[in-house]
């Protein structure tokens, strides 16, 4: 009986092809995966980035406000010193018992007033000034987040891909403890 030969050096170069082709879709899936986290990266940068200059839009508006505040307050100061040494001189030179001016207790009430509201505008553009440098650390480390992610896909190595992935969990505490 003559024994069948098996051509097998087909069927190693079959099994060396798939295993190639297999390796080369998991790489291609890895890529996808990193490529997909990155595109996720860049919308919360964006939205970091949105928020931040909206805070810091809010601050500067804040602190113009109490700024204009703290003049107003100077000048209702200003008429009150006018008020009160004109009461005082007047005082002075009139034998007569003179009527208490009514612009001094007025005036003295306007400041108090407009005291608070300077304080508030101020400590409002202190709270947006805040939320605006937690938001643009967020940012920056989206930032960051993504070149590692590209330079992962270029050097194929996943550790990388996962710093990139790490950094994007802290840049996302920072993204909500601005929002909060």
Known sequence: MEEIEIPTEHLQEAINEKAEKKKEEEREA???YVAL???????????????????VNEAM??????????????????????ASSTDKI?????NKPVEENKDI???DQEKNEIK???????????NHLSRH?????????????IAISAIAI????????????????????????GVI
């Not at 007047?90 to 009139?94: D, E, G, I, K, R």
Request: glycine share 4%; aromatic share 10%.
């Open 105 to 107: 207790q007025r005036y």
């Open 133 to 145: 440098v937690t938001l643009s650390k967020a940012v920056t480390i989206f930032q960051i987040a």
């Open 37 to 55: 986290s990155t595109a996720v990266m860049a919308v919360l940068a964006a939205i970091a980035g949105l928020l931040s200059g909206h805070h």
């Open 154 to 177: 270029l050097t194929r190595k996943k550790i990388l891909w996962y710093a990139a992935i790490a950094l994007t969990a802290a840049g996302t505490v920072f993204l909500v403890i």
């Open 90 to 94: 007047l005082h002075n030179l009139s």
């Open 30 to 32: 890895w890529v996808l």
């Open 116 to 126: 608070s509201i300077a304080e508030e505008d101020t400590k409002s553009s202190e």
């Open 61 to 82: 508006i804040d602190q113009i406000k109490a700024s204009d505040q703290w003049a107003y307050y100077q000048a209702k100061g200003i008429k009150f010193e006018i």
